[in-house]
C-alpha cells in the first residue's frame, strides 16, 4: 500500500522517481505498484520511472517491465565483485538463481532501457569498469555488446534523465561531454 501511494503521487504530481528494488519479492512489488498506478494515470508512463539495481528480476517481471516501460539502473561493476559460480551472490541466492543475477542481455533484448552507474561511494566512478563488467558477465548468456554497454553509460542515461536532446552522444548542437581513451575499447 505505502509503494502504491507513493507511486500514485508521483504520478499525480508529475515527479519522477528512481525506486531501489534488488531481488524478485521488491522488483515485483514496485512493477505491481506501478501497473495500478499506470490504469488510474496512463499520462505518468511518460515520467521514466526506474528501478535502480535491479539484480534478481524474474523473467515474467522482465516482460512486465518492459510493457510498462520501466527503466532499469543497474551497476555493472557489482556483478564482477560478487557474481559468478562462486561469489557472494550465489553463496545467498544459491546456484541456480545466481545465473540470473544482473541479466543484462535478457533485459536489453526485452527492450528495457539500461543504465549503467557505479553506485558510488560503494564502488567507484569509473564507468569503463562498469562497462567492462557488462561485457564480460560471470555467466556469458548475460553480457552485453559492447556497443550496448557503452550506451548503458551514455545515451540511455541521458534518456533516463530526460536529457537525450543534450547530451548522451556526440551530436551536432549536444554537450561537448566526452572521454579520450589511449586505445580501442574494442581491441582490448
Known sequence: VIVHDFLEASARHGISL???AVGERSIAQFLNAWKSVLAVH????MLR???DHGILPRAEDIDRAAELGVIFSMQPVFESRSGGPTGMY???V???RVKRTHAF???HDAGITL?????SPVNAIEPLAGVRAAV???FPENSLELSDAIAMFTSNAAYASFREDDSGSISPGKQADFAVLSHDPRTL
Open 18 to 20: 528512481g525506486v531501489h
Open 42 to 45: 496512463p499520462e505518468a508512463r
Open 49 to 51: 520511472m526506474r528501478i
Open 90 to 92: 550465489a553463496r545467498r
Open 94 to 96: 544459491g546456484p541456480e
Open 105 to 107: 542481455k535478457t533485459l
Open 115 to 119: 543504465v549503467g552507474g557505479s553506485d
Open 136 to 138: 564480460a558477465h560471470s
